[in-house]
């Protein structure tokens, strides 16, 4: 294929060879020689007094090698809180033992581990563990936990973890002179991220070196392998962490769990390897879940329909621990609650509350898809009451597209956008008019269709270390071997995300190197550098842009080396089509791998310049960048059953330029299928004792092929000046933007029985029984 | 113990299982075969689909013993990257997988699907899927690579190599 038809071309991953055949290597398809197995007993009360834990059993089981409760890691030096990376001044921090000590704060934390020959064996001996418990009350509902509930804790004062308020802007005058206060209560449910592939883990310790080795299915090997050198006193450069392919994280996998850490400790006891492949019960108990706040609304208006300020009390269930960011996630939801708006003034109290149930943390969006689903819904009812058009409401308030770089009164700047060309691009596919049309011609038959927008901006690209509670840079290295073959090592970690694929176009396309020359690597701290990892959308919006810089190092090295050839000055020499040449001599030129093996070769090179042709990188982003698009969802809800039938779904987004369309639109794609699994079928539940009662796929409702419709996409491009590649993140703009577009369509479907707001999800039950209330109590006609 | 014969991908097996081995567990563990995932402990979510006698069955929900004198096709028996089948091509080229996790296991699936429905509408492949859950795809580009091997396959075009296929990353 031609030098520069790679970028922006639909090109097939070069991951999926592997994957299609069944010849990829995850977790739990890693064996080594004299491979033990560890199993969990897990809590089954959501707050107890823990009395003791006998093993006595489980260690005379067949096969079993160890069996520990937290008792013996302390007396064998474990001593350790796990830790949370994030921090709010004044926050609550309870201790987080690995194993719980002497109280259990929700259904499936660890109470005791067995490590045995077989993973049958281990079950069977975490069976014979007798655990005996003394229940105490279970807090669940945060606003009761805050009201003076059950504590969550007993060593704590209260369940408030975190109280945080913030004002900016005139928020009380624009609410004394508002023509209309808007006020709603809005649910955004807990959920559970259900990547395929649950947490899976096998830590391997060399007696020899005195060294470890852990392979998890993770999204951040590095940061992984830094706190666990921590926890361990290993020194970090005696720790490895590999992350071989990884099915699935949408922020879940963006943690450090106790149960790496157990599996890790163990194998140093032992001395002997040690997996633990979690069951998917285990995953839906103890791996983190997200959202779950419940947000009291006001918004100031006037008669125009012109939203000038917002009024937010917040409560953000954090669960029983604070995790790796858990305290941190709901902080972007008053950050980025004024949405694509010219909203002036904004009050938030948010509040952190620890309840009995698992840890809260990051889940494909992660704080930002509450902020738009408060400000899309909160749009649209100030539309209703005003009696406004909702694309006439979001023309009003929009940020104008010749407004950028826009300060917002957050502080934030916007980077770039257009919020009006995605809009009108969305209602030129859509056909707006031709829908209201048949809406209202369709009322009349006694069918109720709906049709809801978002036009949603995002924060991602995570992002600049000064406003991070990690470092926010990335790195790559590229090594241009003698034979030509070019090796790429990038410090993110991606586990679907298609990176070897879209990062292997731009080094080709950037150095002239056939593709299939292109090797990306990731995933090892033995062999990349250190790198921050995949998540917040900012793979290639950091990793990438780290990997530019790498491309404009080797490129300019290469130049100083052929211009040394032809006795010719680098400012006469440049990259043209993929080739090196003198300016305007297209026949005078050298590709990169001739260029890389004179480096090699150490021969002729231009005084004071090393040899061999290798880069290492990292890129600092200045500012965040914010993808932003509009989606539009139309619903035919039956009136007999409730049910929600999406009859179409269409989505312009706009991430700025873009390196391969299959890709980008696959990340659409998925994005708006967990929206749609919010917005209409999924909830994590507990009922008032803290047990899990949604803990299967058969409770737990993600979508079915048959749930979801075919999405119609299309985009924008709007490049961002924040990173050198002008692109922004995409991997959770879909489910960012799509949550309000369908809950929008279903309250207009339901618009004629006088609904004006239900919460998610908004399952046949829930629909129906509004309907029918209208229909009864005849409220209209 | 017990000992049981399989056929697995065209070859005899012969292995001694505990009776209450699940398939999965006797194909990953006695025979290396990791391309059938699991994903769940509800035969809910697919990921461990392979074909017993020629019809797709959740292989964490079967006991070894079960097929003893039967035959077993997983993912690595469907074809290799020198020998594609239609249906991992058509997932290929359409990017129906993202992390792979469930994808043996849907592929799988969807063989099975076009044995029964050979030229399948949109709403019997969703349907035809209903047993296989995927987290990354949204099930879109699932839905046309299912389309489009059903068009191959009834094409009888022959089936393709990795090397025949990536080089220059052309797309389609």
Not at chain 1, 349 to 359: A, E, K
Not at chain 1, 463 to 486: C, F, L
Request: aromatic fraction near 6%; glycine fraction near 10%.
């Amino acid at each position: 294929m031609a030098f520069n038809t790679l970028m922006g071309a639909k090109v097939r991953r070069r991951e999926d060879p592997r994957l299609i055949t069944g010849r990829a290597t995850y977790v739990d398809d890693v064996q080594v020689v004299g491979l033990l197995y560890a199993a969990f007993v897990r809590s089954p009360y959501a707050h107890a007094k823990v009395l003791r834990v006998d093993l006595s059993e489980a260690k005379r089981a067949l096969g079993v090698f160890a069996a520990y409760a937290s008792a013996d890691l302390r007396a064998a030096g474990l001593d350790v809180s796990m830790p949370v990376a994030a921090d709010i001044p004044g926050m609550q921090k309870p201790p987080h033992p690995p194993l719980a000590t002497d109280e259990v704060h929700f259904v499936g934390e660890a109470v005791a581990m067995i490590v045995a020959n077989d993973p049958y064996a281990a079950r069977d001996a975490a069976e014979a563990v007798v655990v005996e418990y003394d229940e105490l009350p279970a807090v669940v509902d945060m606003e009761k936990a805050v009201a003076g509930g059950p504590l969550a804790h007993t060593s704590l004062p209260s369940n408030v973890a975190y109280d945080l308020p913030t004002k900016v802007g005139d928020v009380d005058g624009l609410f004394a002179s508002a023509d209309v206060v808007v006020k709603q209560r809005l649910v955004n449910q807990r959920l559970v991220p259900c990547p395929m592939e649950p947490r899976a883990m096998l830590a391997q310790w060399d007696t020899g070196p005195g060294a470890l080795t852990l392979y998890s299915s993770t999204q951040i090997p590095h940061l992984l392998r830094t706190n666990l050198a921590i926890l361990l006193g290993l020194p970090e450069t005696k720790v490895r962490v590999i992350a071989p392919e990884v099915g699935g994280g949408f922020g879940a996998k963006l943690q450090f769990y106790s149960e790496e850490l157990l599996v890790a400790w163990a194998s140093r006891q032992l001395g002997r390897p040690i997996k633990y492949i979690e069951t998917r019960s285990e995953n839906f108990q103890a791996m983190t879940h997200g959202r779950d706040q419940i947000q009291y609304v006001e918004a100031a208006a006037t008669k125009d329909g012109r939203i000038t300020a917002l009024r937010m009390k917040i409560y953000s269930n954090l669960g029983a621990y604070h995790q790796l960011l858990t305290p941190a996630i709901a902080t972007f939801t008053p950050m980025m609650s004024i949405g694509c708006y010219t909203i002036e003034a904004l009050e938030c109290q948010l509040i952190g509350v620890f309840t009995n149930t698992m840890s809260t943390d990051a889940y494909r969006g992660a704080g930002r898809p509450e902020a738009t689903y408060l400000i899309e819904r909160m749009i649209d009812l100030v539309a209703g009451e005003l009696g406004l058009d909702p694309i006439d409401a979001r023309r009003r308030n929009f940020i104008a597209a010749d407004a950028f770089p826009h300060p917002i009164v957050t502080g934030l700047v916007y980077d770039s956008g257009n919020y009006q060309g995605s809009l009108d691009k969305l209602l030129r596919l859509v056909d707006y008019p031709a829908f209201r049309a048949r809406q209202t011609e369709a009322r009349k038959h006694g069918r109720y269709l709906g049709i809801g927008f978002s036009t949603y901006v995002e924060i991602c690209g995570m992002g600049p270390s000064a406003a991070m509670p990690a470092p926010g840079w990335d790195s790559a290295t590229i090594r241009v071997e003698p034979t030509g073959s070019v090796t790429v090592m990038t410090g993110i970690s991606p586990h679907g995300q298609g990176q070897e694929t879209t990062f292997a176009q731009l080094v080709a396309s950037e150095l002239g190197v056939p593709i299939d020359n292109v090797i990306i690597v990731h995933g090892d701290t033995d062999r990349v550098q250190y790198g921050v990892g995949t998540f917040g959308s900012r793979g290639t919006a950091v990793g990438g842009a780290a990997l530019k810089l790498a491309i404009e190092s080797i490129q300019e090295k290469a130049i100083k080396i052929a211009a040394h050839q032809w006795e010719a000055s680098p400012d006469d020499v440049e990259y043209r089509d993929g080739k090196i040449q003198v300016k305007g001599v297209p026949s005078n030129s050298m590709t990169t791998a001739e260029v890389g093996f004179l480096a090699f070769r150490g021969v002729n090179l231009p005084p004071g310049v090393e040899p061999g042709l290798d880069a290492t990188r990292r890129f600092e982003p200045p500012n965040f960048v914010f993808p932003f698009g509009a989606h539009a969802c139309i619903v035919d809800i039956d009136p007999q059953t409730g049910e929600t039938k999406i009859e179409r779904y269409v989505a312009v987004d706009d991430c700025g330029p873009i390196i391969n369309p299959l890709i980008v639109e696959g990340q659409i794609h998925g994005g708006i299928a967990q929206g749609i699994g919010q917005a209409l079928y999924e909830s994590a539940e507990y009922d008032e004792n803290g047990q899990l009662t949604s803990g299967t796929f058969m409770d737990y409702a993600i979508p079915h092929a048959a749930q979801v419709v075919s999405y119609e996409t299309d985009h924008t491009t709007t490049p961002t000046d924040v990173n050198p590649l002008g692109i922004k993140g995409v991997g959770e703009a879909g489910t960012i933007g799509s949550v309000p577009a369908v809950v929008n369509a279903v309250m207009d479907a339901l618009a004629p029985f006088g609904v004006k707001h239900i919460d998610m999800p908004l399952r046949p039950e829930k629909l129906w029984r509004a309907m029918q209330s209208t229909r009864n109590g005849a409220t209209r006609t | 113990m017990s000992r049981i014969e399989i056929d697995v991908n065209g070859t005899h097996r012969t292995l001694e299982v505990e009776p209450r081995t699940l398939l999965v567990h006797a194909l990953r563990d006695g025979l290396g075969l990791t391309g059938t995932h699991v994903g769940c402990d509800t035969s809910s979510c697919g990921a461990c689909t392979v074909m017993i006698d020629g019809v797709s069955a959740k292989s964490c929900t079967v006991f070894a013993v079960q097929v003893d004198g039967g035959s077993v096709t997983t993912i690595e028996g469907l074809g290799a990257a020198a020998d594609l089948h239609p249906m991992q091509e058509a997932f290929w080229a359409k990017h129906g997988l993202q992390c792979g996790y469930c994808t043996p296991g849907m592929i799988v699936s969807a063989v099975d699907l076009l044995r029964r429905h050979p030229d399948p509408t949109d709403d019997q492949i969703r349907a035809g899927l209903d047993g296989n859950l995927c987290r990354c795809t949204g099930y879109e580009n699932i839905v046309r690579a299912v389309r489009a091997a059903a068009g191959a396959m009834r094409e009888n075009s022959p089936r393709h190599s990795v090397a025949e296929l990536l080089p220059a990353g052309g797309g389609d």
